[in-house]
């Protein structure tokens, strides 16, 4: 049976994530030397491998180094892709990429062409190592400080790998954080920056990070990177404001901080619905007004091209440039002096779509089976469909079917909506024929 490359994307996931499973329910994975339930195993290997973040058990206290190891390879292979793994095996051995293999990597890094491919690979697994190469030794000598310097050297590979890939899974336990992260963190420049700064590159995608690196020599940016990175930065800053705005009166986040530490908390959380899920406040003790707007980040999520789930910012700058652009009552939509065809608007409208009627089913699925207020229910389903990994503390209490649906939605979250519908539809002919025009009263 031959496989279109959105299928073997599904399988390859699919198989990786089941021997993610196998691996954590083994008693060598846990410290207590008793094996993780299957399906709780499958879960968390779900959400490693789709560099989500929501967890059933504290990843720092529950498992142990083996089981952390499986863990940390997880989002790697998950954030760099399996089939970027697979090329870099290639070009290690020297063995020559297949046609079809450039058509899965094609389809895996959302190209439009195959031209440069490989190229693009190359640079992806270099840029990538040297970022977090160079966190790890950042956070290493940062918490050296604190800790011994075999477990700082390990604590700082953990998060940077970790926080790049936009996964969120961290090791400083229940000690230090009575609902989850960096609590202990809150006043810490170096390590938020850091990670803010890890999160952000994870989160724009490797084209955008391989055009910044070489507009030294050309002196211009894509039109992708343009899109990119002024969305991004656009909703950074109105993120920062907003919850700023919201929460710096609520004593129980924001409130409970300095000066400084409002300003940092409210950059972090700024960008951590990106897709990151790191965070240094309880965003359940949040008002309501900065959960919801939290849930509108993650929706957006990342960038294409990146480890980050989510309807995508350029998703989202295009329907924003549609309705700028019919209020103006103009035509087309323009972007940096360039007009978009039809058919990448129609596919931000199915992809948005798409993803707004998923979350709205498995919403109300949840709502039947779980005895948790609707938002608390819409913000976990919304960060398991972004990969994102922020919780109100719906996770560790879902039922066993809850479990499965918010296993099923992370990984549609991290190939795509419309990756698994590419895999799991039928290949239909191009018609040859069309209807004529017709016309609906709108408004």
Request: charged content about 15%.
């Amino acid at each position: 049976m031959r496989l279109s490359p959105p299928q073997i994307l599904v399988y390859g996931f699919t198989l990786i994530i089941m021997i993610g499973a196998v691996l954590l329910s083994l008693p060598i994975a846990t410290v207590s030397g008793e094996s993780m339930p299957f399906l709780d195993a499958l879960f968390t290997a779900t959400s490693a491998t789709c560099v989500t973040g929501l967890v059933l058990v504290d990843t720092g206290t529950y498992f142990s180094a083996f089981g952390q190891l499986v863990l940390i390879l997880l989002i790697q292979i998950g954030g760099l892709g399996f089939m970027t793994m697979a090329a870099l095996i290639a070009l290690v051995f020297k063995r020559k990429i297949s046609l079809k293999e450039r058509l899965v990597l094609q389809t895996a890094m959302n190209q439009g062409s195959m031209e440069g491919i490989v190229r693009l690979i190359r640079k992806v697994l270099l840029y990538s190592l040297t970022i977090e190469f160079a966190a790890a030794v950042i956070f290493s000598v940062r918490w050296s400080f604190e800790m011994e310097p075999g477990q700082a050297i390990y604590y700082g590979i953990f998060h940077a790998i970790s926080f790049f890939n936009n996964a969120g899974f961290d090791l400083f336990g229940p000690i230090h954080k009575p609902f989850g992260s960096m609590s202990h963190l809150a006043y810490d420049w170096i390590v938020n920056l850091v990670a803010i700064i890890l999160i952000v590159l994870g989160g724009i995608g490797f084209i955008v990070i391989a055009d910044l690196l070489e507009y030294h020599k050309t002196r211009k940016l894509s039109l992708h990177s343009k899109v990119v990175l002024s969305t991004t930065g656009a909703l950074t800053v109105i993120g920062f404001v907003i919850l700023l705005i919201f929460e710096f009166t609520n004593h129980k986040t924001f409130g409970a901080l300095n000066g400084s530490g409002k300003l940092l908390a409210s950059l972090l959380h700024s960008v951590t619905p990106r897709s990151a899920g790191v965070t240094t406040v309880d965003v359940s003790q949040m008002r309501q007004a900065s959960q919801f707007f939290l849930i509108i980040l993650m929706f957006i999520g990342a960038s294409p091209g990146s480890a980050g789930g989510g309807i995508k910012t350029t998703t989202f700058a295009i329907l924003v440039g549609a309705l700028v652009a019919m209020v103006r009552g103009k035509e087309d939509i323009v972007m940096f002096r360039y007009r978009l065809g039809k058919d990448r608007i129609l596919k931000a409208i199915t992809l948005t779509m798409f993803a707004i009627f998923m979350v709205v089913f498995i919403t109300m699925l949840l709502s039947t089976t779980e005895d948790h207020a609707f938002l608390v229910i819409l913000f976990e389903v919304t960060s398991a469909f972004g990969t994102v990994g922020l919780s109100m503390g719906l996770t560790p209490q879902l039922t066993e079917f809850g479990k499965v649906v918010i296993a099923l939605t992370m990984f549609t979250g991290r190939l795509g909506p419309m990756t698994l519908a590419y895999a799991l539809g039928k290949k239909t002919d191009k018609e040859l024929y069309r209807y004529p025009e017709g016309k609906i009263t709108i408004g």
